[in-house]
């Protein structure tokens, strides 16, 4: 079965820094990646995916993710943060079930933004 | 948009009730998930129904069932709720592809 590890539980920033938010996964032939935000209160919302093609995937609100397959990484960047990117981001991975397709969550990971 | 609701933000409930929490989407999307939302933990699957009255276990199914008699509605029951039932639960929808749309979740407390 798929899995997914965010090697970072909190990650404090000031304002303006750049951020890298780490996920690793299991190994699989085909593998379709997800990073999806909740800010407080609220649903989640997605911010990329990476289905197939470039490795370098851009998303919402400035940030992109890089695929790689060698690492089995699939960390989320973005080179200058806002006090409004306060959230939990997930990252996460499809796994088939015999009736559809299911997401597999990593932990979660708090990016605090200080001023 | 696609738009997914949930009947209730925040509910308390007393051990031993019977809880109901509803999911409504409105983009004809034949999946829909219930996720329950632990600090520390994700996001796990509780139950997956891919069609109206089909439903599939997800990997913490134990305490909970669930109903679909509509395409647009997802039921989430907890027959006796307990106090480890304390949780945020979340609804998804899909149309079958890879992106799921999440509703704005429901933040149960029993005491």
């Known amino acids: 079965a798929q899995s997914v590890t965010q090697l970072d539980s909190q990650v404090p920033v000031f304002e303006e820094a750049p951020v890298e938010l780490r996920c690793n996964y299991s190994?699989?032939?085909?593998?379709?990646l997800f990073w999806y935000v909740q800010y407080p209160n609220q649903g989640l919302q997605l911010l990329l995916k990476y289905l197939s093609g470039s490795t370098l995937v851009k998303g919402i609100n400035g940030f992109e993710a890089e695929f790689n397959k060698s690492q089995t990484s699939f960390h989320l960047r973005k080179p200058s943060v806002h006090i409004s990117d306060t959230a939990e981001y997930f990252c996460?991975?499809?796994?088939?079930?015999?009736?559809?397709?299911?997401?597999?969550f990593g932990a979660g990971t708090i990016l605090r933004v200080k001023s | 948009d696609v738009k997914v609701t949930q009947s209730s933000r925040y509910l308390v409930k007393r051990t031993g009730e019977k809880v109901f929490l509803e999911c409504v989407q409105d983009m004809d999307h034949e999946n829909m998930f219930w996720y329950r939302q632990d600090p520390g933990l994700g996001l796990r699957l509780i139950y997956f129904s891919y069609d109206v009255k089909m439903k599939e276990k997800g990997d913490i199914p134990e305490g909970y069932s669930v109903s679909r008699e509509k395409k647009e509605r997802f039921s989430l029951i907890l027959e006796s709720a307990s106090t480890n039932q304390t949780s945020m639960y979340l609804c998804?929808?899909?149309?079958?592809?890879?992106?799921?749309?999440f509703g704005p979740g429901t933040r149960l407390t029993v005491t």
């Open positions: 996460a991975v499809i796994t088939a079930m015999e009736y559809g397709n299911k997401l597999v």
């Open positions: 998804a929808s899909t149309s079958g592809g890879y992106e799921q749309y």
């Open positions: 190994s699989s032939v085909s593998v379709y």
